[in-house]
């Protein structure tokens, strides 16, 4: 997705909007304004961090968050 910020952490072209990932980790990922989808505006740094996203990439229905690391 075109507004995910660099790094390892993205959110693919297969999410569906439901909103999980962004209550689960909502320091690291946002909705876009119309809602299309989420993205990932900031990318974890320390190990809580990393283990939020983590979690919100294993709880996503359609596998739509990836980890490039
Ligand atoms: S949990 Fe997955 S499908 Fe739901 S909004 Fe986040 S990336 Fe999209």
Redesign the pocket.
């Known amino acids: 997705m075109p507004k995910n910020v660099p790094g390892p952490y993205y ?1 693919d072209e ?9 209550d ?1 980790a909502p320091k690291h ?1 946002k ?1 876009t304004d119309i809602n299309s ?2 993205f990932v505006f900031k990318q974890p740094k320390t190990d809580a961090e990393k283990d939020v996203c983590e979690k ?1 990439l294993s ?7 990836g980890n490039d690391e």
């Not at 297969?14 to 962004?22: K, P, V």
């Not at 709880?59 to 968050?65: D, E, F, L, Q, Y």
Request: proline share 4%; glycine share 4%.
């Open positions: 959110v297969s999410c569906i909007s439901c909103q999980i990932c962004t689960e990922f909705m989808n989420a919100a709880i996503c229905p359609v596998g739509a968050i």
